[in-house]
């Protein structure tokens, strides 16, 4: 898929990327390897680049779990 972006953007296309990958996990559209391979990742870095977006990477059946304790 090829996304056109503002000249802007294509200045910081890693943050970018990651921003995307980030969001697209977190609406449950891609799975934390998918979102990390997007970036050219591992998992466990792309984890930490979802705490910088505010992103939780637990699955949400886990946190569900947890609350439920």
Aim: contains cysteine.
């Amino acid at each position: 898929m090829t996304l056109q972006v503002p000249e802007q953007l294509e200045k910081e296309h890693d943050d970018t990327v990651r921003f995307l990958a980030a969001k697209l996990y977190e609406a449950d559209k891609l799975t934390l390897g998918q979102a990390a391979e997007m970036c050219g990742m591992k998992k466990w870095d792309f984890a930490e680049i979802l705490i910088n977006f505010g992103v939780h990477y637990l699955d949400q059946s886990i946190e569900a779990d947890l609350k439920n304790d």
